[in-house]
């Protein structure tokens, strides 16, 4: 939430911290992307973001984020904005600066086989919508078309083995992979309807992302 980011963005410049380790799904990892920005600008939250703030760009360069997810789902390791929810506005909206994209991303598929299945399936459905929706974007081009298609054809043949068999390591494996390549390809290309109406739709319902994503895909 944007509270959380005041909040940490508070601490982390209480400590005078030097970088900061983003480990978690990827609410964690954009809470951490958005500490690491407002550890170092003037402010609060409100002045960077989209729809409900000021949306003014950073000042500063963010502090250096290391990012190890530990879901295959949103690509946040390799995305130069934060998603935050904003309760009070009933929406979730973005902080975004080319600073703010991880300096590392360590993508590790054991960290993902104890997921739940329910959070398999709905992170899944948001790496395999992450994938659809940039190489159909009118701005795709080649070399996003190649990441995507990349990962949606590893997506495609792990997603339901992930979801039924958590310790299938070459389905969390290739998830994993899938889910690196989505954040890669909406980086480069964007996204489209699905994740147009999952924004709202997310702050007015308490669902997971992946799975308004999977309701609106169709």
Avoid at 19 to 48: C, E, H, M, Q, R
Avoid at 174 to 181: G, K, R, V
Wanted: aromatic share 4%; net charge negative.
């Amino acid at each position: 939430t944007v509270e959380d980011a005041i909040a940490g963005g508070a601490a982390a410049k209480r400590a005078g911290a030097e970088v900061i380790v983003a480990f978690g799904g990827g609410s964690v990892i954009d809470a951490g992307k958005a500490i690491a920005a407002l550890a170092t600008n003037p402010g609060d939250v409100f002045d960077y973001l989209e729809v409900i703030g000021r949306a003014q760009p950073l000042t500063q360069p963010s502090l250096p984020v290391i990012a190890i997810p530990t879901t295959a789902g949103t690509g946040s390791e390799v995305t130069r904005n934060a998603v935050l929810a904003s309760p009070a506005h009933r929406v979730k909206v973005s902080v975004r600066s080319p600073s703010m994209l991880p300096r590392v991303a360590l993508v590790d598929p054991e960290l993902t086989y104890s997921l739940p299945a329910a959070v398999t399936a709905a992170t899944g459905m948001d790496a395999l919508t992450q994938l659809i929706e940039p190489f159909v974007s009118s701005r795709a081009n080649p070399l996003t078309d190649g990441i995507a298609w990349e990962g949606l054809r590893r997506a495609a043949r792990s997603l339901q083995r992930a979801v039924e068999n958590g310790s299938d390591a070459a389905a969390r494996e290739e998830m994993a992979f899938a889910s690196l390549c989505g954040g890669l390809a909406l980086a480069n290309s964007g996204l489209g309807a699905v994740h147009g109406f999952a924004g709202p739709f997310g702050g007015m319902f308490h669902a997971p992302h992946g799975a308004i994503c999977a309701a609106l895909l169709a």
